[in-house]
């Protein structure tokens, strides 16, 4: 189907909940109209073109006038990445101009960039993973993290956010899961809207012209999140009514917040792919939903449709044609440099027609003028906003450590961390009466994040964008050190992620400091006008940093604290203000003291250029270490006392920026003969339980962390339990800590559910997830007491990953206990919104409508909630529907309304569930595949603290005929 832009135009002036100048779309439409007559094919075709903002302007952390000037030719920039994660407002200006410069229009480009959970990107707020932030089941508070990703993202130069993910996540051996906010449609879709309107601005007024907003790139469409066996990129089985009652209205809500581009897939459903689908993205996306912005292909989709994947299409024109003849519009790096050339061939030679074209370019002209990075082509007195340069002067306010950011993200990780079980009170610890603390397990002293992240590759190793050379990011280890301040804490790690390999771990700021007291010359962040200390006194967290602007050591260095040597440079210096240029050498220096006792540990600096790393075992490493004055050969044996400090020198030197990271790394499970992760390791944690007073200990799963690499994108998973040697380590402490009468709790720090079942056995049981830089602080928080718990699980667990699907919203014929011959028990561990709380909390006085309530009207529901307990608590009210009598089949329960509350210690409230729209959350898809409403329904009302409660409020009411 063949959409025009006038079509478009009338979608902009009548569509509701846009932007708060709601009124000025059909200027934008006037605007775009203007344009396009005026255009030629190939000015046209440059807006539907993505490219690197590196490549096309920057040499070495430098911008390059002439390289510049040659991709920009006399048409301009359609959209550029890449370039937005390194934060350079300055250096962004300069390549807005170039581009402005080049279009006849004064056209300037839209700077992309991920934001998942915070902009991936240098010294941004990093939230937990979308799927631990749906754990809150905090709507407000996700509106607020959309306004601190959209201030955060425009101060750094960033228009467009590739954000939020709108999927779902019902399939947890795909290894995209951690990145889809839950397994359930309404709490995705009511969470992406949050976050929609406070990127976009319209929770505060705002528009997309402002300087602390953004325009919102919905991903990945549709129902890519469910492939065939849980594979990447896998055809999505699902007809089309689950796909438009299950799938698609996270994103129709997302898209009536205000949503500006939408990102298709890579999936086919029903033998159709998902970019050269007419019926979804443009009958859905346009008729339906009403879409006002773009489509940008995933990268690589377009190409995909051809003889690489689909083979739906004969060649790269007829790829191309259909995505755009579909309603598409930019590409997804898809036919690089020949992607422009190909439409004008298309345009000109009449098989894409010039409507076609029109339609797809006006689209992303619409996002431009409403961003003020295009006006009409006579400017004139009253018009829209046009500003295409940032703010360059709002970084430095807003990047590093805006306290105002960093509390946001404390409180989301705080709600989103989950108590799955808690025998005879185990927890809280009381921080009084332990004298002792052992840590045990490989995620103890890693900053997981997840997938897209500020911070890329937590872990340590490199992955596409960030920094976690952070002061904020806290680990479990030293989140413990902090919230048991009187306690000797010690760590082990006792076993890695994965069976017989090293364990490489990034050395965090907590086992650095700094040796002797300095006077730094530039700030630690960037971004600052001047050093945050006048003084960096002896001991404080970090390394004292010279560097250097060349490769040899010479000359006055730029010095400054580090708080580890843990960067991704990312095709820029060290410092974009002061040292740009991408040729340099660094020296840090400093003390390293270590939580472990380890004989034939192990050190090395890994260093990198994009995915290629070299740690500095290899002839090409460009890195050396010292310690205690003497010269370090990496990987080779040597012991490590606890408490006992080390000097530590580190010299790292790089010809260019390209890509470039470096990461001090160590291995600090105890030399084992040919048995990395064997029983004598985990006997080693064993030893050490009869010696303490409580045990915490922390597994679970790694994303792009080298080798122990357990999830992420394009790491499926055909087995949910734990890597390695984990569960033996937590069922050897487990045991030796019940013989000694020791408290214990095991968290998992996983983005995925992990089907152990035996861990319901265990006296404490956390479910962490990816905190992201708040998460060590949130667990210890948890684990003291000084938080009350109040999580509840976005997805259900499941025994096994051979009893999927487990999601707890299935059809009456489909069963989740008593199903198989050789299993009689139920197949979920722990079911969907469940999340246990260090008081109790009882459920009362449920208020549903008495009369029928009209078809067009909504449902107002209410109950009290009472705290029985000795301490005051939240809790996570959920209110479920059961539609009876549709004629098709409905699920047996479906989420409809959420609350979360705090009561205080004995107290009793009210509360209120946001009503119930009956056409927007109680119509249904019928048999012509049409939506209906419910006209003479009755619906079955359940009100608990879970999916599964035991004892829930229930009730019915009825929607008049």
């Known amino acids: ?475 479990i280890l030293e989140g413990l050190k902090q919230e048991f301040p009187d306690a000797d804490v010690s760590y082990i790690v006792g076993a890695g992620i994965l069976s017989g390999i090293d364990y490489w771990t990034a050395v965090q700021r907590h086992s650095l400091s700094v040796s002797e007291e300095f006077e730094p010359t530039a700030p630690s962040v960037p971004y600052k006008k001047a050093p945050e200390y006048k003084v960096v006194k002896q001991g404080m967290q970090g390394l004292k940093a010279e560097y250097f602007a060349n490769t040899d050591f010479k000359g006055v260095p730029m010095t400054r604290l580090d708080y580890a040597p843990n960067f991704h440079y990312i095709d820029l210096g060290p410092d974009p203000i002061r040292l740009p240029n991408g040729t340099f050498s660094v020296r840090w220096t400093g003390l390293l003291t270590p939580d472990s006792s380890v004989k034939g540990a192990k050190l090395q600096c890994n260093t990198c250029q994009g995915h290629f790393c070299t740690p500095t075992g290899s002839k090409q490493a460009n890195c050396t270490i010292t310690l205690d004055g003497s010269k370090y050969t990496p990987g080779t044996k040597f012991d490590l006392e606890r408490g006992h400090s080390v000097k530590i020198q580190i010299e790292y030197w790089q010809q260019s920026s390209q890509s470039s990271s470096v990461f001090l790394q160590w291995c600090l499970l105890p030399d084992i003969p040919n048995n990395v992760n064997s029983n004598a390791t985990i006997q080693q944690a064993v030893d050490l339980v009869a010696d303490t007073d409580a045990i915490v200990i922390v597994v679970g799963g790694a994303n792009n962390d080298g080798t122990s690499s357990t999830e992420g994108e394009g790491l499926d998973r055909a087995s949910l339990a734990l890597d390695g040697d984990q569960l033996a380590l937590i069922h050897a402490v487990s045991k030796a800590a019940k013989e000694a009468n020791k408290l214990t709790v095991t968290v998992l720090v996983d983005g995925k559910p992990t089907s152990e079942p035996s861990l319901t056995q265990l006296p404490a049981v956390i479910a962490a997830f990816q905190g992201g830089q708040a998460g060590g602080t949130a667990v210890a928080r948890v684990i003291s007491g000084s938080y009350n718990p109040s999580g509840k699980l976005p997805v259900s667990f499941p025994v096994s990953s051979e009893v999927l699907p487990v999601y707890y919203n299935y059809k009456p014929s489909a069963k989740r206990s008593h199903i198989y011959l050789d299993f009689k028990d139920s197949i979920v561990i722990w079911p969907f919104g469940h999340g246990l709380s260090y008081t109790t909390f009882a459920l009362g006085n449920l208020d549903v ?9 909504g449902v107002n529901i209410s109950c009290t909630v009472t705290n029985h307990g000795d301490v005051d608590g939240e809790t996570v009210v959920q209110l479920y529907l059961r539609h009876v009598g549709a004629p098709v089949t409905m699920p047996v329960k479906m989420l409809k309304g959420f609350v979360r509350v705090h009561i205080a210690s004995g107290a009793t409230a009210t509360i209120a569930f946001p009503t119930v729209n009956v056409e927007r959350e109680l119509s249904f898809v019928n048999r012509q595949y049409q939506r209906e409403l419910p006209a003479g329904g009755q619906f079955l009302v359940s009100v608990g603290l879970s999916s599964d409660d035991p004892s829930p409020l229930t009730g019915k009411f009825t929607i008049s005929v």
């Open 1 to 475: 189907m063949v959409v025009t832009f006038a079509l478009i135009a009338v979608f902009i002036s009548t569509a509701s909940g846009f932007r708060h100048a709601e009124n000025h779309e059909p200027q934008v439409a006037a605007i775009v109209t203007a344009l396009l007559s005026k255009m030629t094919p190939e000015e046209k075709a440059r807006q539907l073109t993505i490219f690197s903002g590196v490549d096309c302007c920057i040499t070495n952390g430098i911008f390059d006038e002439k390289k510049a000037a040659t991709y920009f030719g006399t048409v301009g920039a359609g959209v550029l990445d890449s370039y937005g994660r390194n934060t350079d407002p300055i250096l962004a200006n300069k390549i807005q101009r170039a581009a402005v410069k080049a279009s006849r229009f004064g056209i300037g480009a839209i700077i992309a960039e991920e934001c998942q959970h915070g902009v991936q990107g240098d010294w941004h707020t990093m939230f937990p993973s979308p799927y631990t932030m749906a754990a809150a089941f905090d709507k407000d508070l996700m509106q607020q993290i959309g306004e601190v990703i959209g201030t955060e993202a425009r101060a750094g130069s960033i228009h467009e956010c590739w954000s939020p993910v709108c999927g779902l996540a019902r399939e947890p051996r795909w290894g995209r899961s951690e990145e889809e906010m839950s397994e359930d449609p309404f709490l995705a879709g009511e969470l992406v809207e949050a976050m929609v309107k406070g990127m976009n601005g319209v929770s505060r007024g705002a528009n997309l012209s402002s300087s602390n907003t953004v325009a919102p790139k919905l991903k990945h469409y549709a129902a890519y999140s469910i492939p065939e066996n849980g594979a990447n990129t896998a055809p999505t089985p699902i007809g089309r009514r689950v796909l438009q009652e299950i799938f698609l209205p996270p994103f129709e809500k997302a898209i009536r917040a205000g949503a500006q581009g939408i990102m298709s897939s890579y999936n086919e459903i029903d033998g159709v792919p998902t970019s050269s689908d007419s019926w979804l993205l443009t009958e859905q996306l346009r008729d339906t939903f009403k879409f006002q912005g773009y489509v940008c292909a995933d990268f690589g989709a377009i190409e995909r449709l051809g003889p690489s994947t689909h083979y739906v299409a004969f060649n790269d024109s007829d790829c191309v044609r259909q995505f755009l003849e579909a309603g598409g519009s930019v590409n997804g790096h898809d036919f690089e440099g020949s992607y422009e050339s190909i439409i004008v061939n298309l345009t000109r030679s009449g098989v894409l027609s010039e409507e076609t074209l029109d339609a797809s370019a006006g689209a992303v002209l619409a996002v431009k003028v409403r961003l003020g990075l295009a006006k009409h082509p006579t400017q004139r007195e009253g018009d829209l906003p046009y500003n295409p340069y940032v703010n360059e002067s709002l970084v430095q306010h807003y990047l590093g450590d805006n306290p105002q950011h960093i509390a946001i993200a404390e409180k989301i990780t705080q709600e989103s961390v989950v108590l799955l079980e808690n025998k005879n009170k185990t927890l809280p610890f009381n921080p009084s009466k332990i004298k002792k603390l052992l840590v045990v397990g490989p995620n103890a002293d890693e900053a997981r994040a997840g997938d897209y992240s500020a911070a890329g590759w937590a872990g340590g190793a490199p992955n596409g964008g960030g920094n976690i050379n952070n002061k904020n990011t806290v680990t």
């Open 849 to 857: 409508p008495a009369t029928p309530v009209p078809k067009t009207g």
